[in-house]
Each structure stands twice: as C-alpha cells, then as structure tokens.
C-alpha cells in the first residue's frame, strides 16, 4: 500500500504573504495601511482592528523579518553600516562642511563623506544679486533614538503600566463626579478595593498617594 504524500499547509496565505510584504517595505507605511494593501475591501476600522491582531501571529512575524533580511541582503546594507551612517547624523556638524573662511566646501564635504550628513540644500538668489544658501542637516535626535532602539538602551514600558494608567483614569472620574481631591479619592480607592487590587499595582497607587500627600503637606 503505497504512502499517501501529505502536503504541508503554508505557514501565511497569499493575503497574509502581502501583508508582511507591506510591513517589510521601507516606505512608511502603517500597520492598517497595509492590511488595505492586502485586503483592499476592507473597511478602515476592519483593517486597523485585523491589523494588529496578524502583527502577533508569530508566523506572520517571521515572514516580515525574512522579507527585511531579504531586502537588505539584496541591497547590500549589513547592520554595521546604517549604525554608522545613524552616527554620523546623530553628531553632524556645519564645520564637517564649511571651510576656515566659514563658506561650504563642497568638495572638501564630497571628499571626506560629510556630504552625507545633509538633508536638504536650497539657494535663493535675492533681487540684489546676494545669494543665500540654506542647509538642514540630518535630525540627530531622531538619529539618537533609532540607535538607543537598536541597542536597547530605552526603557521598556512595565507590563503593568497600562492598567495602572487606566485605573488612575478611573479614580480621577470618581474624585470628579464627587467633588473631591483626587488624594482623597484615591485614599478612598485604596481603603474600599486594596485587597482586590494586585500587590504590584496596590505599591504603584500607594506612592502616588504618598507623593500627593507630601505635595499637599508642603503647601500647608
């Protein structure tokens, strides 16, 4: 009796295949933007909904970083370069362009590479003859933030953060509706709920209880 050949399923289908394409391409493009790429009847709300919902199949996660490393490795772009490209923005100066009488040396600029560090030129010649040249340079600070990112320099968001946001949300409506201080509202909180609130979340609201107390001690 011969073996029946069983076909394995492929990991994303053709849409999903799209998809990650979309999210692997270097023009920005947003997450529900590229759901609309792919499923162009979508509506907006179904796509930006759906949207982050594939962003954590963990196989569609694979397939956008295999369609990065593609990309690059077909451009020739090793990650060595772009954080070394991302320096030289992030510590660009005018005085890698200009010469010692303070005009552009563009050749000087071409030679050394600094060139590179220049976002836009313009020149606008005036009624009077003056020319005058503008020049923008790189963002470093955008610059910075793509390399603490890329090293994981950047403090990462607590698990707990965003129920902690919302649960002060709420006990700032309740001091409202109230007509009370938000201090004692959350004091309030902490007496009628502190049991069914976590320990980890229960400290968060205590040291804020704490810093408003000591805010309103100062001001007596």
Do not use: C
Not at 81 to 86: A, I, K, P, Q, T
Not at 157 to 173: A, G
Not at 177 to 203: H, S, T, W
């Amino acid at each position: 009796m011969a073996n029946k050949k069983t076909s394995k399923r492929p990991k994303v289908n053709k849409q999903q295949q799209i998809f990650a394409e979309e999210m692997a391409k270097n023009e920005p493009v947003s997450q529900t933007e590229a759901y609309r790429r792919a499923y162009p009847k979508a509506s907006a709300t179904t796509a930006r909904i759906n949207a982050s919902k594939l962003l954590t199949n963990t196989n569609i996660q694979e397939q956008i970083k295999k369609n990065k490393e593609f990309a690059l490795a077909s451009a020739n772009i090793t990650k060595e370069d772009s954080l070394g490209r991302l320096a030289m923005f992030a510590f660009a100066d005018f005085d890698m362009l200009v010469n010692e009488s303070g005009t552009i040396d563009w050749k000087k600029a071409k030679e050394t590479g600094a060139f590179k560090v220049v976002k836009k030129f313009k020149e606008i010649r005036k009624p009077t003859g003056e020319v005058v040249r503008e020049v923008e340079l790189h963002d470093p600070i955008r610059a910075l933030s793509e390399i603490a990112d890329y090293a994981g320099w950047k403090q990462k968001p607590r698990e707990n953060d965003d129920e902690i946001s919302k649960l002060k949300i709420l006990i700032e409506r309740r001091a409202e509706q109230k007509g009370v201080p938000y201090k004692a509202e959350l004091e309030n909180y902490l007496e009628l709920f502190g049991d069914e609130i976590r320990p980890e979340i229960k400290d968060d609201l205590a040291s804020d209880l704490i810093t408003h107390l000591t805010r309103y001690l100062k001001k007596e």
